[in-house]
């Protein structure tokens, strides 16, 4: 079937711009996850999604830093004002209730802040 | 806390010969642990995964992982390597806390495959 989906593959902006990434799961996944892997920090957790409800936002970096999710199912990733040090890959995941250490990536959003 | 270590940045194999990439773990109670592959551009794949039942893991493309609870060690090997599997590999260790979701990634390890 078809896996975790996200968009834009790419995305440039200059700073100071707002971006939004988004994530569409696996059909049927409760569960969503925002990562963010960058050279100097590695893969880090940003924020967990049960349903609409996000228990866990303790990674997110910044109050720049939001993401929603409707209808249980898609998401999308908000930063504000971007910085350089925005720059990095932003990865989603999602996983079903039964087993939610068993996380499904997405390709990512390579993101470049100019 | 859980943490989890990558004891090699890089490791380079010739093709067709063994793979060992090493993962210790430090937790203070029993975690789920995961090896991930990622390929160039692409996203994670999920290798094989330990939750408490059998010790010796079999996962996707002939890799295996061993949990050693006396050594906190969950190393990732392969008999053969093929050209394929040049790509980076993450050890990965659950939350302690069950209603937390965050996994926690190793650093990475590079695996080279010549031919």
């Known amino acids: 079937g078809a896996g975790v989906s996200q968009s834009p593959s790419n995305k440039v902006t200059e700073k100071g711009k707002d971006v939004e990434l988004r994530c569409d799961p696996i059909?049927?996944?409760?569960?969503l996850y925002w990562y963010r892997q960058s050279l100097g920090q590695g893969l880090e957790f940003l924020i967990y999604f049960q349903g609409n409800s996000a228990p866990d936002k303790s990674g997110l970096p910044s109050d720049r830093f939001s993401a929603e999710r409707t209808g249980g199912s898609v998401s999308t990733l908000t930063i504000q004002r971007t910085q350089q040090e925005d720059s990095a890959v932003y990865l989603c995941?999602?996983?079903?209730?039964?087993?939610?250490?068993?996380?499904?990536f997405g390709p990512g959003t390579r993101l470049t802040v100019t | 806390a859980q943490s989890v270590t990558q004891l090699d940045s890089h490791v380079s194999v010739s093709e067709g010969t063994p793979v060992l990439l090493r993962c210790n773990y430090s937790?203070?109670?029993?975690?789920?642990l995961f090896w991930y592959v990622q390929h160039p551009n692409k996203g994670l794949q999920l290798l094989l995964k330990?939750?408490?039942?059998?010790?010796l893991v079999k996962g996707i493309n002939g890799f295996e992982a061993e949990f050693k609870k006396s050594e906190t060690s969950f190393h990732l090997t392969k008999p053969s390597a093929h050209m394929s599997d040049a790509a980076e590999y993450f050890c990965?260790?659950?939350?302690?806390?069950?209603?937390?979701?965050?996994?926690?990634f190793g650093s990475g390890t590079r695996l080279q495959v010549q031919p």
């Open positions: 330990y939750t408490s039942a059998a010790t």
């Open positions: 990965v260790v659950s939350p302690q806390d069950t209603g937390r979701r965050a996994l926690t």
């Open positions: 059909s049927g996944h409760t569960a």
């Open positions: 995941a999602s996983s079903t209730p039964g087993q939610p250490y068993e996380q499904y």
């Open positions: 937790s203070s109670y029993s975690p789920s």
